[in-house]
């Protein structure tokens, strides 16, 4: 599965930064348009966290909807799909959004004084 592999780079990547400490929470930014099924990610993460650091931790999975900026209208539109045209018809568009696949924020579990 494509996403369990996605699911391993996020886990050492996070892993690394940490750097022994525990982590408690990652959030996740995974654009609608990435190919990546959030859902997916979500089902692998508890299995794949397992013996790192991220063991139990809280995976907040953040979905961002398609947008493009057309370049015929010059307006702002929704994407249901990486091949969605504009209302007005044109293919001429620059993505804004929806492609993404990101940490966004990590958090560490403060250590016992
Ligand atoms: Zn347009």
Redesign the pocket.
Known sequence: MHELGITRNIVAIVSDAAKGRRVCRITVDIGELSGVMGEAVAFCFETVAKGSPLEGAVLDIRRIAGRAH?A????E?DQESLFTP?????RQ?TRLQGEELRIRSMEIEEEAA
């Open positions: 057309c015929a209208c010059r307006s539109f504009c209302p007005c018809g044109s568009f």
